[in-house]
T-cell receptor, first 115, second 112 residues
Framework: EADIYQTPRYLVIGTGKKITLECSQT?????MYWYQQDPGMELHLIHY???????EKGDLSSESTVSRIRTEHFPLTLESARPSHTSQYLC??????????????FGNGTRLTVT | GEDVEQSLFLSVREGDSSVINCTYT??????LYWYKQEPGAGLQLLTY?????DMKQDQRLTVLLNKKDKHLSLRIADTQTGDSAIYFC????????????FGTGTRLKVLA
C-alpha cells in the first residue's frame, strides 16, 4: 500500500495569491500525477512526471506548474490564483512495471477555494 | 476515441448486492480498475483486472469483464452503509504510456 500525502487538505485564499500544493510519497514510486477533479466528479490530468527532472503537461490546460527535484516530492504551484482554480486537486503515484500500467495510488486531495 | 462511461447513480438496500457497470471504447486497454471515493477523500484502489481475464473475486467484490462488449462490472455482495461512496471505473494501456482514462463515477447510496 502506497503512502502518499497531500497538504494542505483545505485552502481558502484570495485572488492573485501564489500557492503551492504539496505532495509527497514514501514508496519510491517514480511516476507521479496531478489531477483536477471538478464538481461533476470527473478527473482531469493536469501534470505528470516519469521521474526526477521529468515533467509533462497533461490533457487539461492548466495555469499551474510542477517540479520534480526529488523522487518523493511533486509540488504544484499556482503563480496567481483565480476563482476558476477552485477545485479539488488529487496527487497520485505508481511504480514502474514491465507488465503494464500499475494501479495509481492517490492522496487525500487538497480542496482549494479561491475567493 | 477513448471514453469510459458509467451510470451516475445507484441506490440499493443494505444487505442486497450492488452491481456497478462501466463501458469503455478502447479495445487495446490492458488494465481496468475500480476505485472508491468517499466524501472529502482521494480515490482508493479497490481492485483491478488484466484484460486477458474474465473475472476476479476479492472477498465481497467480484469484477466481470466482457471484452467483446467492452463492458466491466463491479458486484458488491452484502452491501453495507459504509459502501456508500462514488465508484470510478478506469482503463489504461500497456506500459510506456501515462494515460489512465477515468469514468465520471457512479454514486452508490445504500439505504438502511
Amino acid at each position: 500500500e502506497a503512502d502518499i500525502y497531500q497538504t494542505p487538505r483545505y485552502l481558502v485564499i484570495g485572488t492573485g495569491k501564489k500557492i503551492t500544493l504539496e505532495c509527497s510519497q514514501t514508496m519510491g514510486h517514480d511516476k507521479m500525477y496531478w489531477y483536477q477533479q471538478d464538481p461533476g466528479m470527473e478527473l482531469h490530468l493536469i501534470h505528470y512526471s516519469y521521474g526526477v527532472n521529468s515533467t509533462e503537461k497533461g490533457d487539461l490546460s492548466s495555469e499551474s506548474t510542477v517540479s520534480r527535484i526529488r523522487t518523493e516530492h511533486f509540488p504544484l504551484t499556482l503563480e496567481s490564483a483565480r476563482p476558476s482554480h477552485t477545485s479539488q486537486y488529487l496527487c497520485a503515484s505508481r511504480p514502474s512495471s514491465p507488465f503494464g500500467n500499475s494501479p495509481l495510488h492517490f492522496g487525500n486531495g487538497t480542496r482549494l477555494t479561491v475567493t | 476515441g477513448e471514453d469510459v462511461e458509467q451510470s451516475l447513480f445507484l441506490s440499493v438496500r443494505e444487505g442486497d448486492s450492488s452491481v456497478i457497470n462501466c463501458t469503455y471504447t478502447d479495445s487495446s486497454s490492458t488494465y481496468l480498475y475500480w476505485y472508491k471515493q468517499e466524501p472529502g477523500a482521494g480515490l482508493q484502489l479497490l481492485t483491478y483486472i488484466f484484460s486477458n481475464m474474465d473475472m476476479k473475486q476479492d472477498q465481497r467484490l467480484t469484477v466481470l469483464l466482457n471484452k467483446k462488449d467492452k463492458h466491466l462490472s463491479l458486484r458488491i455482495a452484502d452491501t453495507q452503509t459504509g459502501d456508500s461512496a462514488i465508484y470510478f471505473c478506469a482503463e489504461s494501456k500497456a506500459s510506456g504510456t501515462y494515460k489512465y482514462i477515468f469514468g465520471t463515477g457512479t454514486r452508490l447510496k445504500v439505504l438502511a
